[in-house]
């Protein structure tokens, strides 16, 4: 799947859970926010990972692992950096910060090993 195809999946699917959270969680602005802030930074963090895969699919197995297990670590630091500063610097409220980053970086993680799976096996099967 392209970088673009995917990016509108997983826009649909963002647009579609944070409406159905607008709706249901309390209507404190700060809690919200913190739900909006982790929700972009697992979107950001997805985006990149596919983005990495793309670009390092037709390269080197060596080009292929740096790309994929260097892009974790950097992927890994400005997750950090970022939830450091919403909770230091936005004095965004904890647990619906960490909630919302983990519900939609797992929800993201099981999309984007569907669609790399689904990719490889069709692969595959043209061989």
Known sequence: MTLLRYSILVLLVLTATLAAVVRLAPADAAMRLAVFFG????????????????WSERRSTHAFFAAVLG???????????????????????????????????TLFMLMELAVQHRHWRRAAEAR
């Open 39 to 54: 929700a972009a930074l697992a979107t950001l963090n997805t985006l990149a990972a596919h983005a990495l895969a793309t």
């Open 71 to 105: 892009g974790m670590v950097g992927r890994m630091a400005v997750l950090l950096a970022a939830f450091v500063l919403g909770v230091l610097v936005l004095g965004l409220p904890r647990l619906p910060l960490v909630v919302s980053l983990l519900a939609y970086f």
